[in-house]
């Protein structure tokens, strides 16, 4: 984390998960746990249709809310989707964009991130644009190319004005929801090469202050380590985001002063 030049943000993404009224059970569970935390921003990422209670129920606890998709198209004849626009006016601050499960069952290609990343933006929604490798890349030894390619199309026809709302989530693949973390050091080598690309698009002062969070199994035991690691600023989190307890510690990780 480098809290001098930009924000830490750790995101919960429940992914299919959590009824409505799980997701106020879990808003009372964590309310006292979490208090206000002042050194990083706290986001809950929840299915479309407990966004509306969601927004009311963290308002409190000063939690914002983020969705786990959007379309790119502002509205029209695409059945069964959810707009940019339609976030913003429930009370949505940020989106998940090409999360891997998306791009992995639902087709989702640089080319359809890169037009959601726009919708947002226009919309006035933070996007977090999921990047990451599968195994086999890893293991081919194309990780860093694979990555700037992915941040490249994501950002393609971004203006630098617009970078300060974006955020990059970089999620290895074969470390999202299997246990497996990468190492602090993995982690932070390719979050570092992130900025770097990030730099050589926009330059130093907006490649300083653009949040880089790591997403892969991250929990309560692990996220001091990788947190510690400059070019983290926060995570995202899928299964320990579920558990209140294992939640606000991982905050609690962030919000160290
Ligand atoms: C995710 O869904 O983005 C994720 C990182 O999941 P998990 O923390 O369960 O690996």
């Not at 959590?18 to 002042?38: H, N, Q, V, W, Y």
């Not at 700037?148 to 300060?164: C, N």
């Not at 973390?181 to 698009?201: N, P």
Request: with cysteine; charged share 25%.
């Amino acid at each position: 984390m480098n809290r001098r030049y930009r924000k830490t943000i750790i995101a919960g993404n429940w992914k299919m998960n959590k009824t409505l009224s799980e997701t106020r059970a879990f808003a009372e569970e964590i309310k006292d746990m979490l208090g206000r935390p002042k050194w990083c921003e706290v986001v809950l990422c929840v299915p479309y249709v407990n966004i509306p209670a969601a927004v009311r129920l963290f308002k409190e606890s000063r939690i914002a809310i983020g969705a786990e998709n959007c379309h790119y198209e502002s509205h029209g004849a695409y059945t069964g989707e959810v707009s940019a626009e339609m976030l913003k006016e429930l009370g949505v601050k940020y989106v998940i964009i090409g999360h891997s499960e998306r791009r992995q069952y639902y087709n989702e290609t640089d080319f359809t991130v890169n037009k959601k990343v726009h919708a947002a933006l226009e919309a006035g929604l933070h996007p977090i644009v999921c990047v990451g490798e599968s195994l086999e890349q890893r293991e081919l030894g194309v990780t860093m190319e694979l990555i700037a390619y992915q941040v490249k199309a994501a950002l393609a026809g971004v203006p630098a004005d617009k970078m300060r709302h974006v955020v990059i989530a970089y999620e290895p693949i074969w470390a999202i929801g299997t246990g497996k973390t990468a190492t602090a050091e993995q982690a932070a080598e390719v979050c570092e090469s992130i900025r770097v690309v990030i730099r050589k698009l926009y330059g130093a002062r907006v490649a300083r202050a653009v949040t880089i969070q790591y997403g892969g199994s991250m929990n309560a035991k692990n996220a001091a380590e990788l947190l510690a690691q400059p070019d983290i600023d926060g995570g995202l989190i899928g299964g320990a985001s579920l558990k209140p307890a294992d939640f606000t510690s991982i905050v609690n990780d962030a919000n160290q002063e």
